[in-house]
Nanobody, 129 residues
Framework: QLQLVESGGGLVQPGGSLRLSCAAP????????IGWFRQAPGKEREGVAC????????HYADSVKGRFTISKDNAKNTGSLEMKSLKPEDTANYYC??????????????????????WGQGTQVTVSS
């Protein structure tokens, strides 16, 4: 069964940057769409960004547009979330998720967490001075 492992979280000052990675050991991500979600204490899980299985179609939450970049490297079997200009309100536990999609859905980016079958354990991002 596909397992996802996030890394790259940590403590960063406001305005700083972090790069989160999502690895799928032993599996190729060629046939998977990827999403990143976050959840802060006392808040509901929020969609951050998603990327399609093929062609790199992406979607971002309004709160992160222009600051975050999602990518997927099929050759390395990893997904990434590049985060810049971080704000204290970005503080949360960040999760990557994956769903296998067929050829007819390869260009679709899924924002709804219910669409995903596989989830990582999360990595904490704290933005504070």
């Amino acid at each position: 069964q596909l397992q996802l492992v996030e890394s790259g979280g940590g403590l960063v000052q406001p305005g700083g940057s972090l790069r989160l990675s999502c690895a799928a050991p032993g599996y190729t991500l060629d046939y998977y769409a990827i999403g990143w979600f976050r959840q802060a204490p006392g808040k509901e899980r929020e969609g951050v960004a998603c990327i399609s299985r093929s062609d790199g179609t992406t979607h971002y939450a309004d709160s992160v547009k222009g600051r975050f970049t999602i990518s997927k490297d099929n050759a390395k079997n990893t997904g990434s979330l590049e985060m810049k200009s971080l704000k204290p309100e970005d503080t949360a536990n960040y999760y990557c998720a994956a769903v296998a999609v067929g050829d007819d859905s390869r260009l679709i980016c899924y924002s709804d967490p219910a669409a995903y079958d596989y989830w990582g354990q999360g990595t904490q991002v704290t933005v504070s001075s």
